[in-house]
């Protein structure tokens, strides 16, 4: 019930982010210092991330193919479809809940705590348009993020599979150029977009709707990773199902 | 004129306001007080239509509260500045930008007019130079004469403030109250004050209600306080070690 009665205040704040807009000239600063904080503050980790899975995937891969009658460039081509249609938009996704989604919900939630939440809104400013919907339109920019993290991806992919001896450049190439699909780059990048606003809005309603002192902030914090990640991982398995079966 | 009409208010089937009735009056200090758990903060946080009340009727002067349009309600606030409890300045913005927000966000003044509006309020609450220091690196009084400025910079019609001094060491609450006063006086504002705190009905209290258990056990004024043989009011004003000195001294 309680579960109920949470999705149902979900869709009303999404609803209530939209009604009585900030001014644009405070909305432009506040998208801006957003894009900074979520989006441009992320890269070195996600790119840290993604050149080391990409490393580690193209490693398991070809030490998974013992049979010599597999072509060698079948490592890149194995290395380019995890990254992309996985790794990049999900996994780095869930990793963003962690760093992102806690940021933002200890921020909105600190807010409440010390009513500043309370202070916009006796000033007579719209408190979710003024903290949530920045933040949904800076996540906008996510997509940048996740081709970043699938060009490092296979980067790091090339790099542990030259220097691992496992195939040559060449080889590698021609695997990532092998059987390429334009959609797969679309179904990924559709992903990303509703993650990106999953992402921006799960952890600002946890952290806008918590009630108590510093403890619940901390609590509110993990609680949105959870079902941050939840939400990602159903949302993504209804996605595949929808766009690739 | 504000004016509250038995006005009531639950959380969870418990009565917390039971039928309270006020007014408040232009260019003066007005004072709520009573003991933590009387209903002061909610009363507050019903007239800053933070709480939706169940019964009763709030006017801002003309206006039923509950009967304005969400457009009437954001004007209303426009007239509205509140000093918090804990001062809730927005941690991301430094002093200047914490004042002028109020002004971006519902003027259209150039920037250079905003800039010098916030300087003169922040001057009037005696901050000078310090600008550009966020509120982490300002210290407690510092804090609630930013708020003060940031509550007054919209030249408001009505300023609530909740527990102004709490956590202040008694200079600096002197200070606050009367800063809170001379502006009450300065701009003919309408000032609402949650205290429970006896130095500031002797400083700058005009109007007193004393609230209890959620009803309104006493009205009056500061100099009749200490006259009143209510023993609920008499009992909280006795309840420091210095009053009841003060009143042996007197009784002598």
Redesign the interface.
């Known amino acids: 019930m309680r579960h109920l009665h949470n999705i149902g205040l979900y869709f009303i704040m999404i609803n209530k982010m939209f009604?009585?807009p900030?001014?644009w000239?405070?909305m432009k600063q506040l998208i801006l210092?957003d894009i900074e904080d979520l989006v441009i503050n992320s890269l070195g980790i996600i790119a840290f991330v993604s050149f080391f899975i990409g490393g580690v995937i193209t490693i398991q891969t070809a030490l998974n193919m013992e049979n010599p009658l597999l072509p060698n460039y079948l490592v890149g081509f194995a290395t380019r479809q995890s990254i992309v249609l996985e790794f990049a938009p999900t996994i780095i996704s869930i990793i963003m809940a962690g760093k992102v989604g806690s940021f933002i919900t200890s921020s909105i939630g600190?807010?409440r705590v010390?009513?500043?939440i309370?202070?916009l809104?006796?000033?007579?400013?719209n408190p979710l348009n003024y903290l949530v919907f920045p933040k949904a339109v800076a996540m906008l920019v996510y997509p940048f993020i996740i081709s970043i993290s699938m060009f490092v991806g296979v980067l790091g992919g090339l790099i542990a599979c030259v220097f691992g001896g496992y195939s040559s450049v060449d080889d590698f190439i021609a695997g990532v150029q092998l059987d390429f699909i334009p959609f797969h780059m679309a179904y990924s990048f559709i992903k990303t977009f509703i993650f990106a606003f999953i992402l921006a809005t799960i952890p600002s309603f946890h952290g806008y709707y918590m009630k108590g002192g510093a403890l619940e902030v901390g609590k509110a914090s993990t609680t949105s990773f959870v079902w941050t990640s939840v939400s990602i991982i159903l949302i993504n398995f209804i996605l595949t199902q929808m766009l690739l079966s | 004129m504000l004016k509250i009409n038995q006005l009531y208010k639950s959380f969870n089937n418990i009565e917390v306001l039971k039928g309270i009735n006020a007014e408040f009056n232009p260019g003066e200090t007005s004072l709520i007080i009573g003991q933590s758990g009387s209903g002061k903060t909610v009363l507050l946080k019903c007239l800053l239509d933070l709480y939706r009340y169940d019964k009763g009727d709030i006017y801002y002067g003309n206006q039923k509260l509950n009967e304005l349009s969400e457009n009437e309600k954001m004007i209303l606030k426009s007239k509205i500045g509140t000093v918090f409890q804990g001062s809730a300045l927005f941690d991301s913005m430094n002093i200047e930008e914490n004042v002028m927000l109020p002004l971006k966000m519902f003027t259209d003044y150039p920037n250079d007019e905003i800039v010098d509006r916030a300087n003169v309020v922040l001057k009037r609450v005696n901050l000078i130079n310090v600008n550009k220091k966020m509120p982490s690196e300002a210290s407690g009084g510092m804090q609630k004469r930013v708020a003060i400025a940031r509550a007054i910079v919209n030249n408001p019609e009505y300023l609530f403030c909740d527990e102004p001094n709490s956590g202040l060491d008694p200079k600096t609450a002197i200070v606050i109250d009367n800063l809170i006063k001379e502006i009450t006086t300065e701009y003919n504002i309408i000032t609402v004050i949650n205290s429970h705190d006896m130095n500031s009905v002797m400083e700058i209290g005009d109007k007193i209600i004393f609230l209890k258990d959620g009803l309104k056990e006493w009205e009056g004024r500061k100099e009749n306080i200490f006259k009143t043989d209510n023993t609920a009011v008499t009992d909280f004003v006795y309840s420091s070690n210095l009053y009841r000195k003060i009143r042996e001294t007197f009784n002598k």
């Open positions: 009604h009585k900030t001014k000239s405070v210092k600190s807010m010390t009513e500043q309370d202070a809104e006796v000033m007579g400013v």
